[in-house]
């Protein structure tokens, strides 16, 4: 089953994501930082990663440039997952690499729809020890 790893500092949402992620057979990782999350990344790559966008410290969105910058991982999906949601939001997010755009509250057929379109489409991220 695809591995994905939720970045949310939320608790509650955290929660959610992975209890809805389960229910679909997926194997769930969590960081509740982006420094965390990025962390695990190297050691642990997954195959998608569901990105808060407003996190402490580093944000969504400079951890998701940050992962597209690295050729070891440019291939792995990120959906940004956001209560902003104003025009122009999900453009921006897109902009520095976020490869879907997800608001709160998560519905679980769009989650689903995304990660589906987005596992089917991408090569699977490189072996572990590409990354380190």
Same mark, same amino acid.
């Given at each position: 089953?695809?591995?994905?790893?939720?970045?949310?500092?939320?608790?509650?949402?955290?929660?959610? =994501? +992975?209890?809805? @992620?389960?229910?679909?057979?997926? !194997?769930?990782?969590?960081?509740?930082? &982006?420094?965390?999350? $990025? #962390?695990?990344?190297?050691?642990?790559?997954?195959?998608?990663?569901?990105?808060?966008?407003?996190?402490?410290?580093?944000?969504?969105?400079? =951890? +998701?440039?940050? @992962?597209?910058?690295?050729?070891? !991982?440019?291939?792995?999906?990120?959906? &940004?997952?956001?209560? $902003? #949601?104003?025009?122009?939001?999900?453009?921006?997010?897109?902009?520095?690499?976020?490869?879907?755009?997800?608001?709160?509250?998560?519905?679980?057929?769009?989650?689903?729809?995304?990660?589906?379109?987005?596992?089917?489409?991408?090569?699977?991220?490189?072996?572990?020890?590409?990354?380190?």
């Amino acid at each position: 089953m695809p591995r994905i790893l939720v970045i949310e500092d939320n608790p509650a949402n955290l929660k959610l =994501a +992975t209890l809805m @992620l389960n229910k679909a057979g997926h !194997t769930v990782t969590s960081a509740q930082t &982006a420094e965390d999350g $990025l #962390a695990l990344v190297r050691t642990e790559p997954p195959d998608l990663i569901l990105m808060d966008i407003q996190l402490p410290g580093i944000s969504g969105l400079d =951890a +998701t440039r940050l @992962l597209k910058q690295n050729p070891a !991982t440019r291939p792995i999906p990120v959906i &940004a997952v956001t209560a $902003l #949601a104003m025009k122009g939001d999900e453009e921006r997010m897109r902009a520095v690499g976020c490869d879907g755009y997800l608001t709160k509250p998560l519905r679980y057929q769009q989650l689903w729809d995304s990660i589906t379109a987005l596992l089917n489409r991408c090569d699977p991220p490189p072996p572990h020890n590409e990354l380190t």
